[in-house]
C-alpha cells in the first residue's frame, strides 16, 4: 500500500476518481464524433468513452493520486469496452496514476486464481513467456467466501499489488446481511474486518498498513469509527461520499491522527461535474479538476 499512500502524500489528496462513465454522462461532442465515425454502435460508445476518461486523467493526474474505473461500465459495452478498460488503465498508469479496478470479483481456487491473475497479475503462455492482463495496481474483492477465496489475491502481492475487501458497503440494504448477528455478538461486518486484518498481517508496509485494505461506506461513519479503531493497520477505500450522501464530517473517522489511511472515492461527483456548474460541455475536464479541487479541500486531513 506504500506506493498508494507516497502518492497521497504528495499529493495531498486523498481523493480516488471513480470513472464509472456511462455513455449518458459523454458530453455530446465527443459521442457524436464517434457516432459519426462508426454509427451508434457499441464501438462507438466505447471509443468515445475512451476520449472521455482521457481528458479526465489529463486533467486530473497532477492533483489526484489514483482513478478507479468499475468494470461493469465497461464490459456493458462488449470486447469494445474490455479493450477501452484496458486502455484507460494502461493511460492512467503512464501520467503516474495508482489504479484500482472495482472489479468485486472472487470465487474459490483455480477460479479465484484466474481473476487474481487476470486483474492484477500476469498470464503464462508458455514456460518462457508471460503477458501483462489487466495490470492494475489494486483490485476490489468480495470477501464472503472466506480464506479459499482471498489466497489467490494475496499470493500476487510479490508484484506489489493490493487488494480492498468489502466489509461494510455504502449501499442501503447492505444492512441485510452485513449487520446480522453472529453467535458470539458480533457483526458480520465486524467479522469480517477481522479476517481482513488477519489476511494482510504479513504485509505491513513502511507507513504501518497492509496490502489488504478494506471496502467502508461513508454512508455508515458509526461503523467506519469502529472498524478504523479494530484495524489500524488497514487501509480504507471509502465509497459514498458525494453523490450517495456522505460527507466530509462522515468520512473523517477513516482517517488516522496524521491524517492517512484511507483513500475517498468520487465518481460522478467528478466526472459529471460539467453538468452543473456553469461549464460548457466542451469544458468537461476542467469542470472535473475543479471539483476534485474543491473536494481535496474539504477531505485533506493530512499534517
Known amino acids: 500500500m506504500d506506493s498508494l499512500i ?5 499529493k495531498k489528496n486523498p481523493t480516488v476518481a471513480g470513472l464509472d462513465p456511462k455513455i449518458d454522462y459523454v458530453p455530446e461532442f465527443i459521442k457524436a464524433k464517434y457516432f459519426k465515425e462508426y454509427g451508434e454502435t457499441l464501438k462507438g460508445a466505447a471509443y468515445a468513452i475512451l476520449e472521455f476518461n482521457k481528458g479526465l486523467i489529463d486533467a486530473l493526474c497532477d492533483i489526484v493520486p489514483a482513478v478507479k474505473p468499475q468494470s461493469a461500465y465497461y464490459e456493458m459495452y ?6 477501452v478498460l484496458l486502455e484507460t488503465i494502461n493511460y492512467a498508469k503512464e501520467k503516474g496514476m495508482y489504479v484500482i479496478l472495482d472489479g468485486k470479483r472472487n470465487d474459490i481456487g483455480a477460479t479465484s486464481e484466474a481473476y487474481a491473475t487476470a486483474y492484477l497479475g500476469e498470464t503464462k503462455l508458455s514456460d518462457t513467456v508471460k503477458t501483462p492482463a489487466f495490470g492494475a495496481d489494486s483490485l476490489t474483492v468480495n470477501g464472503y467466501l472466506g480464506t479459499d ?3 489467490p489475491f494475496v499470493s500476487t502481492f510479490d508484484g506489489d499489488k493490493t487488494i480492498f475487501v468489502l466489509v461494510k458497503t455504502s449501499n442501503k440494504s447492505s444492512g441485510e446481511l452485513q449487520d446480522l448477528e453472529l453467535k458470539d455478538g458480533k457483526k458480520i461486518y465486524e467479522k469480517m474486518a477481522e479476517l481482513v486484518d488477519m489476511w494482510g498481517k ?3 508496509g513502511e507507513y504501518g498498513y497492509s496490502r489488504v485494505g478494506a471496502v467502508v461506506g461513508a454512508t455508515y461513519p458509526e461503523q467506519l469509527k469502529e472498524i478504523r479503531k479494530s484495524n489500524p493497520n488497514t487501509f480504507f477505500l471509502v465509497p459514498g461520499y458525494g453523490a450517495q450522501g456522505g460527507g466530509a464530517d462522515d468520512i473523517k473517522y477513516a482517517f ?24 460548457d460541455e466542451a469544458d468537461y475536464a476542467k469542470a472535473a479538476r475543479d471539483e476534485a479541487i474543491r473536494m481535496r479541500d474539504e477531505i485533506s486531513f493530512i499534517k
Open 6 to 10: 507516497k502518492k497521497i502524500i504528495e
Open 256 to 279: 488516522d491522527d496524521k491524517g492517512l489511511g484511507a483513500i475517498i472515492n468520487s465518481s460522478r461527483g467528478i466526472m459529471c461535474a460539467y453538468k452543473k456548474g456553469n461549464y
Open 202 to 204: 504479513d504485509s505491513i
Open 78 to 83: 462488449g470486447v469494445y469496452g474490455e479493450e
Open 149 to 151: 477465496g482471498i489466497a
